[in-house]
Structure formats: C-alpha cells, structure tokens
C-alpha cells in the first residue's frame, strides 16, 4: 500500500516537471517586427539638418540569427540611407561626412532593425583678415 502511494505521489510531482522542461526544450515561437525602414530628414536651418534612419538588416544574418551580425548590418544600412540623402540635399559641399554627428542609436526586434538619428551642419565660413 505504501508503495502505491508514493509512487502515486511521484507521478503527479514527475508530471509537470517533465512537461516544464519539454516546454524549455521546443523551440519558443517569436513573432516578427516589421518596421518601414527609410529615412526623414528635418531642416533646422540652412546647412543644417537632422536625419531620422531604420535600417534593416542582411538576410543572411537574420536567417541565421546572428545578433551581433544583425545589429552591425541594420546600422551600416542606416547610415547608407543617410548618406545617400546628405549627398542629395548637399551635392555641392565636399567633405560632407565629416560634419554629420551621431545622436542617437536604438535596435528593434533583436537587432533586425537600427534607427540612427544624424545631426548634419555646415560650420560658418570663416572670415578672412584684410590685408594691407
């Protein structure tokens, strides 16, 4: 009899630890982000501007679920976007990288999705002293 009863015992202690750890084992669902990825631009003045970018990531790295890949590729996507669109709003000006400053930065969905913000302005020119 007392066997019984501990074996009964055991069984409704065995019982949801066994379906705990097969729970842990399967794979955990995970739903998708989806972001629109783009840039806007704000004008803060002449010369001076403010980028919003969401890049996404490469394939591959998501298909792989790479973190470290996906963080690296969803930025440089970004800031491709914003370059291209500085190259636009400031075709004439050389050395147009070097004023843009990064203010923000700021992953979604493990990665997948990096949104830079970019401050870009034109330092006023400088005047030259008369000469004599």
């Known amino acids: 009899m007392k066997r019984s009863v501990s074996f009964k015992i055991l069984q409704v202690a065995l019982i949801p630890a066994f379906v705990f750890l097969l729970s842990n084992c399967l794979d955990s669902h995970r739903e998708r982000v989806h972001m629109d990825t783009g840039v806007s631009v704000t004008n803060l003045g002449p010369h001076k501007y403010q980028f919003i970018a969401i890049g996404k990531a490469s394939v591959p790295s998501v298909e792989e679920q790479d973190f470290f890949k996906m963080k690296k590729t969803s930025c440089e ?50 005047k030259q002293k008369e000469q004599p």
């Open 77 to 126: 996507a970004a800031k491709l976007q914003v370059t291209q669109r500085l190259d636009e709003l400031e075709a004439d000006q050389k050395h147009r990288q070097f004023f843009l400053e990064q203010k923000a930065q700021k992953y979604f969905g493990d990665g997948e999705y990096c949104e830079l913000t970019y401050i870009y302005e034109l330092p006023q020119a400088k």
